[in-house]
């Protein structure tokens, strides 16, 4: 396979892939009750979610789990947008707020 992209290496571009994934895997470590309370949690959703879909509490905690898993994962994915701007000629990534 042909390497095309001229604005960032083969190895580089694997390097920013090889990274995200690894962001990805944190998000597999088991949640406990600590962790999953360390997270802002509506509990008024989780009212309407446990009586509108009829799910155990269990079901609804395990809901929750993915659903911040996923915001993170999300995120992430973000980042991986943002920093690979970094790799242009004459671009710079903000660390912080937003480039205006």
Known sequence: MVWNLSFIS???FKNHVR????KYGEKLESYDLKRFNSNLI???KLIF?????HSSREEIVN???FRQRDKSNNNDIGYFHQ???SYFE???VP???WDA
């Open 49 to 53: 979610d446990k009586s509108v879909y």
């Open 10 to 12: 083969e190895e580089d």
């Open 63 to 65: 809901n929750e789990i």
């Open 83 to 85: 920093n690979i701007f």
């Open 42 to 44: 509506d509990p008024i």
């Open 95 to 97: 660390q912080a707020g």
């Open 90 to 92: 004459d671009c710079e």
């Open 19 to 22: 990274a995200t994934i690894l």
